[in-house]
T-cell receptor, first 112, second 113 residues
Framework: GENVEQHPSTLSVQEGDSAVIKCTYS??????FPWYKQELGKRPQLIID?????GEKKDQRIAVTLNKTAKHFSLHITETQPEDSAVYFC???????????FGRGTSLIVHP | EADIYQTPRYLVIGTGKKITLECSQT?????MYWYQQDPGMELHLIHY???????EKGDLSSESTVSRIRTEHFPLTLESARPSHTSQYLC????????????FGDGTRLSIL
């Protein structure tokens, strides 16, 4: 089955800095890669996703890049703000499944 | 507004009690899921359903059971709660397309004394 590795497990940055979270996957059949943000005490929510026919996608301060050859994808957050502090989960999903394989999560702390 | 609802949000109960965690969605989704998550930690799939009368166990072994009698309702039951069941339980749903995200409820935080 699919295996998703996510790094780092904890990331601490100063407000205004950039943050990068990286994930690798094992199944070359994976073609959908969502990212979820979970604030303390709240539900995970989709913040951005990318499909395998696209190499990069941006939405304001966040962007996701996908390298299918190397089987890795990354979340980039620019100009971080304290409200970006949360746990971020990457996931990979194959075309044959409705169920994503999640990474273990990255706790992002943005210091004011 | 379409959403996914879980009740109760918090439950503190004694060992040996029967518990049902409720999950309902107005998203119009056929696919529903239950995850177990210790706060801020990994998401572990414990049950899923692709439609009415369809239920499957997930990757993480769980002593809980589920039922799917109505499309919008996917309750999870623990017949005899134990302290090891203390955790957060998240319900989710997704559409029929395979390249679509999951939508999560607010979760039930369960504490077994």
């Amino acid at each position: 089955g699919e295996n998703v590795e996510q790094h780092p497990s904890t990331l601490s940055v100063q407000e205004g800095d950039s943050a990068v979270i990286k994930c690798t996957y094992s199944d070359s059949a994976s073609n959908y890669f969502p990212w979820y943000k979970q604030e303390l005490g709240k539900r995970p929510q989709l913040i951005i996703d990318i499909r395998s026919n696209v190499g990069e996608k941006k939405d304001q301060r966040i962007a996701v890049t996908l390298n299918k050859t190397a089987k890795h994808f990354s979340l980039h957050i620019t100009e971080t703000q304290p409200e970006d502090s949360a746990v971020y989960f990457c996931a990979a999903q194959t075309g044959g499944s409705y169920i994503p394989t999640f990474g273990r999560g990255t706790s992002l702390i943005v210091h004011p | 507004e379409a959403d996914i609802y879980q009740t109760p949000r918090y439950l503190v109960i004694g060992t040996g009690k029967k518990i049902t965690l409720e999950c309902s969605q107005t998203m119009g989704h056929d696919k529903m899921y239950w995850y177990q998550q210790d706060p801020g930690m990994e998401l572990h799939l414990i049950h899923y359903s692709y439609g009415v009368n369809s239920t499957e166990k997930g990757d993480l072994s769980s002593e809980s059971t589920v039922s799917r009698i109505r499309t919008e309702h996917f309750p999870l039951t623990l017949e005899s709660a134990r302290p090891s069941h203390t955790s957060q339980y998240l319900c989710a749903s997704s559409s029929d397309r395979k390249d679509q995200p999951q939508h999560f409820g607010d979760g039930t935080r369960l504490s077994i004394l």
